[in-house]
T-cell receptor, first 114, second 112 residues
Framework: DGGITQSPKYLFRKEGQNVTLSCEQN?????MYWYRQDPGQGLRLIYY???????QKGDIAEGYSVSREKKESFPLTVTSAQKNPTAFYLC?????????????FGPGTRLTVL | AQSVTQPDIHITVSEGASLELRCNYS??????LFWYVQSPGQGLQLLLK??????LVQGIKGFEAEFKRSQSSFNLRKPSVHWSDAAEYFC??????????FGAGTTVTVRA
């Protein structure tokens, strides 16, 4: 089955530690996205990538980093510089960078900083 | 920059009753509009989308939405709600650079 997988589902980290969230898709989509979701705030865009080896900052990129070395993978690192990292993180992908169609979402990773 | 407002944070509806969720957007050009649904602890699922053409759009699970340019609205409706429709609903508007801006969401509770 084609889809987007995110791992782990739950992640706990101590303050001051970096942590990497995994996002893999086998939909052969070119574009991939990372969102952060907090209660009552909807989804906010962290980073996005329209093509391999290229990515852009979204609205709340500070304290986060990404890489896009392979088409199917777009890992997100939450660094110790992110002041309030506890949140639900969603990865999404879209088939064609230059035409309008919907984003498909993974099941999400809930990150808790202890 | 585009933005989306969902005026209702929480709606409670009886099973079998009709449901309408409001969405107002701000965008200078022709908008690309989406409604997504999210069950607790899950990702988002697309219900329907509007790009152009007929302003009444049919989606999955019996949902429909109507685009009204004069009111900058894209309200979601369902004639008869089922208990399984309890979830959080997000309206989103797309920009020319293919990014989405989401509203804060509306939580729907269905009572028996």
């Amino acid at each position: 089955d084609g889809g987007i997988t995110q791992s782990p589902k739950y992640l706990f980290r101590k303050e001051g530690q970096n942590v990497t969230l995994s996002c893999e898709q086998n939909l052969n989509h070119d574009a991939m996205y990372w969102y952060r979701q907090d209660p009552g705030q909807g989804l906010r865009l962290i980073y996005y990538s329209q093509i391999v080896n290229d990515f852009q900052k979204g609205d709340i990129a500070e304290g986060y980093s990404v890489s896009r070395e392979k088409k199917e993978s777009f890992p997100l690192t939450v660094t110790s510089a992110q002041k309030n990292p506890t949140a639900f993180y969603l990865c999404a992908s879209r088939s064609t960078p230059s035409s309008y169609n919907e984003q498909f979402f993974g099941p999400g990773t809930r990150l808790t900083v202890l | 920059a585009q933005s989306v407002t969902q005026p209702d944070i929480h709606i409670t509806v009886s099973e079998g009753a009709s449901l309408e969720l409001r969405c107002n957007y701000s965008y200078g050009a022709t908008p690309y509009l989406f409604w997504y649904v999210q069950s607790p602890g899950q990702g988002l699922q697309l219900l329907l989308k509007y790009f152009s053409g007929d302003t009444l759009v049919q989606g999955i699970k019996g949902f429909e939405a109507e685009f009204k340019r004069s009111q900058s609205s894209f309200n979601l409706r369902k004639p008869s709600v089922h208990w399984s429709d309890a979830a959080e609903y997000f309206c989103a508007v797309g920009s020319n650079d293919y990014k989405l801006s989401f509203g804060a969401g509306t939580t729907v509770t269905v009572r028996a």
